[in-house]
């Protein structure tokens, strides 16, 4: 299966293509800092900086090559169409690179929470990651499948850093779009 066939069998993938990347590309195209952060690297992926239409977004993608499927990018990054990459987990981000502390206006996680089963402590060490390289009022872009409890995913926790603006579905996965809480 192609690429762009990908894209577009798939609800999920198609509401990132269509909504949600061209959403963060407008919502940034009148700001003055425009830093988009994208955790995770796998083949379909590879262009998401195209999705935004809007080229004056510095867009960064983090992945530690933990998964088996984004292991091919490890030898070779150039192929992805991102400004910066940086081999790491976002658990470890603002630990080993201080400077993305308070730095991203936009972090998008699609297809790691929600997707693979992590122990609540590490769920809640990743929401704390994203909210700590948020800057003020930035927004968080989180897919997942189904039920947040079935991935520890507590609803206090994201309660608690982020406020919900707005919940879609798309196939069997849904997406939040949050707001950094001060």
């Known amino acids: 299966m192609n690429t762009t066939e990908f894209w577009n069998i ?10 949600m990347y061209p959403e963060i590309g407008h919502l940034l195209r009148d700001k003055e800092s425009k830093k988009v952060l994208d955790i995770g690297v796998q083949d379909y992926n ?10 004056d977004i510095e ?30 987990s976002i658990l470890d981000l603002p630990i080993n690179y201080p400077e993305t502390k308070n730095y991203f ?12 089963r992590f ?22 872009y989180l897919q997942y499948a189904r039920d947040l409890k079935e991935f520890h995913i507590d609803e206090d ?10 919940k879609d579905k798309a196939g069997c996965f849904y997406f939040l779009k949050m707001k950094k809480r001060k």
Not at 46 to 55: C, D, P, V, W
């Open 105 to 116: 206006d936009c972090i998008i996680s699609i297809g790691v929470l929600g997707f693979y």
């Open 10 to 19: 798939h609800e999920d993938r198609h509401y990132m293509k269509n909504v």
């Open 119 to 140: 122990e609540p402590e590490i769920v809640d060490t990743y929401l704390d990651s994203v909210h700590s390289c948020l800057k003020e009022g930035g927004l968080f």
């Open 46 to 55: 590879k262009h998401n900086k195209e999705l935004f239409q809007n080229n």
């Open 59 to 88: 867009y960064w993608q983090i992945d530690d090559f933990s998964d088996k499927h984004s292991l091919q990018y490890a030898e070779d990054v150039s192929q992805l169409s991102c400004d910066k990459f940086i081999q790491t």
């Open 157 to 166: 926790k994201i309660s608690q850093l982020f406020s919900v603006e707005r």
